[in-house]
C-alpha cells in the first residue's frame, strides 16, 4: 500500500512544487490561460482517448447507478451543511475577503455597494462564486488523475472496470453535466442568471461532446499517429493540470484560506465514502466492487474545479484550498476504508 501511494504522489509533488516556483517568474495571467485551455482541448482529448479504449459493454450497469446516485446525494448533502455553516458566526478579516472580479458594474449594483463590504464581514459565504466552489469542491473527487493511479493497487483486477466506469461516469455525468450547471449559475455573479443559459452551457460542454464521439467511434480503427497522440495527450494534460495547481496554490495566504475548506474537504473525503460503504450492501454489492466504489466515491476534490473556476469565474482560492487538505485526508482515510470495506 506504501509503495502505490508514493508512486502516486510523486508526480502529484513534482509538477505541483513545479507550478508554484514557475508563477513567481511567469505573467499572473497564464493560469487562467491554462484553465480555459484544459477546459476546452486538454480534458476534451483525455476522455476522448478513455471513451474509445473502455468497452462498456462489458461493465456493470450497477456502477455508474451508484456514482449518480451518490453524486445527487453529495449534492443535497453540500447545500444543507453550506446553509449550516453560514448560520455560524465567522467573521473575516480584509484579506479573506471575496475577491471578485469586478467588470463595469450597473448603476444599480453600484448603489449598493456601501453594504456589501458588512455582508462580506458577517457572512463569509455571501459571495455566489464562494458557495458554488463549496459545493463543486465537496461532490466531484479526482476520479481521473488520482484514483485511477491508486485504487487499482487495492482492487482485484476483475473489479479494475468498475474503477474506470465511475471515473469516466462521474467526469462525463458529474464534472461536465451537473459540475458545468452549478458553475454557469454561481459563477458569472454580475449577469442575470435564466436558466436557458445553464443548458445552454452544458451542452456546450467540449468534454462531452468528446465522451459522444470516443463512444460512436470505438470501432473505428484511426491511423497509428492520432491513435498515439490520444494516448499521449493524457501524460500532458496531467501535468499541466498539477502545474495549474501548483499555480493557485502559491496564492493561497495560510490558515486564512484553508479554515473556509475544513467542511468541503470532510465531505468529500469522509462523508461521500462512508455512505457509499454502507449503502452498497443494501442493493447486493459487496467485498472488492463495493470496495472500489468507496475508494473512488473517497477521492480528493478534482483538479476539474479549477478547471471549471477559470472558466466560470467562481472562487479558485477556496477550491484550491480544498484540494490541498482533501489530499492530506487521503493518506488517512484510504488505511481506514481497506480495514472497514476490504
Do not use: C
Not at 49 to 77: D, E, K, M, N
Not at 86 to 92: A, D, S, V
Not at 287 to 302: E, F, I, K, N, Y
Not at 303 to 312: D, R, S
Request: no cysteine; hydrophobic share 55%; proline share 6%.
Amino acid at each position: 500500500m506504501t509503495d502505490s501511494l508514493i508512486q502516486a504522489y510523486l508526480p502529484l509533488f513534482l509538477w505541483t512544487g513545479l507550478g508554484v516556483v514557475l508563477l513567481r517568474f511567469l505573467p499572473e495571467s497564464l493560469p487562467r490561460v491554462l484553465g480555459r485551455s484544459l477546459y476546452w482541448v486538454g480534458v476534451p482529448l483525455e476522455i476522448l482517448a478513455l471513451a474509445r479504449q473502455t468497452h462498456f459493454s462489458r461493465q456493470v450497469g450497477l456502477a455508474p447507478i451508484v456514482t449518480i446516485a451518490g453524486l445527487i446525494v453529495v449534492w443535497g448533502l453540500a447545500w444543507l451543511s453550506l446553509q449550516a455553516v453560514r448560520q455560524l458566526p465567522f467573521p473575516l478579516s480584509s484579506a479573506e475577503k471575496p475577491k471578485a472580479e469586478k467588470p463595469k458594474a450597473e448603476k444599480s449594483e453600484t448603489l449598493q455597494e456601501p453594504d456589501a463590504a458588512p455582508i462580506a464581514e458577517i457572512d463569509p459565504w455571501h459571495d455566489r462564486a464562494r458557495r458554488g466552489s463549496f459545493i463543486l469542491t465537496s461532490i466531484f473527487g479526482n476520479t481521473g488523475f488520482v484514483g485511477l493511479a491508486i485504487a487499482p493497487a487495492f482492487v482485484d483486477s476483475a473489479y479494475a472496470s468498475w474503477l474506470v466506469l465511475y471515473s469516466v461516469t462521474q467526469n462525463v455525468v458529474g464534472t461536465y453535466g451537473i459540475g458545468v450547471f452549478l458553475s454557469s449559475y454561481y459563477g458569472r455573479s454580475l449577469q442575470k442568471s435564466h436558466w436557458w443559459t445553464q443548458i445552454r452551457d452544458v451542452l456546450t460542454v467540449p468534454s462531452l461532446w468528446a465522451f459522444a464521439i470516443g463512444s460512436s467511434t470505438r470501432s473505428v480503427v484511426l491511423p497509428e499517429a492520432i491513435e498515439f497522440g490520444l494516448e499521449a495527450s493524457v501524460w500532458v494534460v496531467i501535468p499541466a493540470a498539477l502545474l495549474l495547481m501548483g499555480m493557485r496554490l502559491s496564492q493561497l495566504r495560510g490558515w486564512s484560506s484553508l479554515r473556509l475548506a475544513i467542511v468541503p474537504a470532510l465531505l468529500k473525503v469522509v462523508v461521500s465514502p462512508v455512505l457509499i460503504g454502507l449503502l452498497t450492501p443494501f442493493i447486493g454489492l459487496g467485498g472488492d466492487a463495493r470496495l472500489a466504489l468507496v475508494l473512488m466515491s473517497g477521492m480528493p476534490s478534482a483538479f476539474a474545479g479549477l478547471i471549471l473556476a477559470e472558466e466560470y469565474q467562481l472562487d479558485r482560492e477556496l477550491i484550491a484550498s480544498s484540494i490541498v487538505l482533501s489530499t492530506a485526508m487521503l493518506l488517512l482515510t484510504i488505511p481506514l476504508w481497506l480495514v472497514l470495506f476490504a
